[in-house]
């Protein structure tokens, strides 16, 4: 092994939902690392200004998962910024049923969750696939999350999404694999970002509590996972799941 292959210098990253949170601990590590990164969303405002902090090598695109046209665009666009693919991270989703009980949550938001969750990854990785192709190392990454492991209650339409997201990372692989593209998940457990503030005390010391780790998890104890499955060294492993957790759940 290169010492090159476990580098990430020069290596062509789109990030979805890198606006905030988990997505823009992603993006900042990758830029550190010396990956050229664009970040997409639907936080505009946002977006830019973190492209803006991160330097020149960082660019903010806009993509909205519920659109079908955007995702098209957007991963064009990234493609162009970029002068083609070599990564995706799928970060971008919603949680909405947090705190509902089966009964409580709308056809509406099921489908909204599902759409976004489920429908927007499979859209935008078979949108990038092509430029993924043509980079000869081409790597996803997509988010997953261990509530789809231990069956989380009260979170029914975000964990059956991500169940999906895991089950797709399969298929996708072995579908990919003919272009020698990895594709794989990590499944972060319950991290301290602005998408998790709705979380009752309550989940937060179970969570506590049930890891071998026991300590806050941040977003920056998911980002070494991320970027070693976006690098030449990963080549190998492709199809599988990642718990990053601090042990709450084990494979």
Known sequence: MSHNEILLTGRRVLVTGAARGLGASFAQ?????????????????????????????????????????????????????????????????????????????SPETWDLVMDVNVRGTWLVTTAARPHLAASGSGRVVNLASDTAMWGAPRLLAYVASKGAVIAMTRSLAREMGEDGITVNAIAPGLTLVEATTYVPQERHDYYLKGRAIQRPQVPEDVNAAALFLLTQASGFITGQLLPVNGGFTMN
């Open 29 to 105: 590590a990758l830029v550190q690392a010396g990956a050229r990164v664009v970040i997409s969303d639907v936080l505009h405002e946002q977006g830019r200004q973190l492209a803006h902090d991160l330097g020149p090598s960082a660019h903010y695109v806009p993509l909205d998962l519920l659109d079908a046209a955007s995702v098209r665009d957007g991963v064009t666009a990234a493609a162009q910024w970029l002068g083609g693919l070599d990564g995706l991270i799928n970060n971008a989703a919603i949680t909405h049923s947090g705190g509902k009980y089966m009964a409580q949550i």
